[in-house]
């Protein structure tokens, strides 16, 4: 059996094709999207790959299957109806919000706005969690001109949500004391 060819040469010419075949320029906005989406799950995977003991790998696993299947449906372009998102769903959302209540109802009120830093895995979670409202941004772009579901908007949301959390828990959980905002400095 032949190995594949992991260079195709087919996107030499700056295009590259959608789920289905057609071939778009590599920086078509549906290409941003899923491209963005790809760029967050592997921060994700780094942040993963530090050896953290704070039962969050399995929920970080989770969200990576997830974006996995996000990036999969935003790749995918169909000029006569809607793609049909499959993968994620409300039970999906519900999960992660799950995680979010689970990880803040151990962490203090926030006075203020929090720096990043602090442990370098806080660190990891603090750039996922801006590469995450950027990819949010990139679809936002790509709904201006596709109709998308809402499920996605929710999950990606969610997830800048649960990336703050868990870089605060993070933190706290390695006794680093978090840094705020001062506007006067």
């Excluded at 895995?121 to 809402?150: F, G, K, N, W, Y």
């Excluded at 499920?151 to 993070?170: E, G, P, Q």
């Amino acid at each position: 059996m032949k190995k594949s060819i992991i260079y195709t040469c087919t996107g030499d010419s700056g295009t590259t094709s959608l789920v289905g075949g057609k071939r778009v320029k590599k920086n078509d906005i549906r290409i941003e999207a899923y491209g963005t989406v790809d760029e967050l799950s592997s921060h994700l995977g780094m942040l993963s790959a530090y050896d953290f003991d704070l039962n969050q790998n399995e929920t970080i696993s989770f969200i990576q299957n997830k974006l996995f299947n996000i990036g999969a449906y935003l790749a995918t372009e169909n000029e006569q109806e809607p793609v049909q998102l499959w993968g994620l769903d409300d039970n999906d959302i519900a999960n992660l919000e799950k995680a979010i209540d689970i990880v803040d109802s151990s962490l203090p009120r926030l006075k203020s706005f929090v720096l990043p830093g602090g442990a370098l895995h806080s660190s990891m979670a603090q750039v996922a969690r801006s590469v995450c409202r950027r990819c949010e941004r990139r679809i936002i772009d790509l709904a201006d001109v596709a109709p998308l579901d809402t499920k996605v908007f929710k999950f990606i949301n969610r997830l800048s949500d649960y990336l703050f959390v868990l870089a605060r828990f993070i933190n706290i959980s390695s006794d680093i004391e978090e840094k705020y905002w001062n506007k006067d400095c």
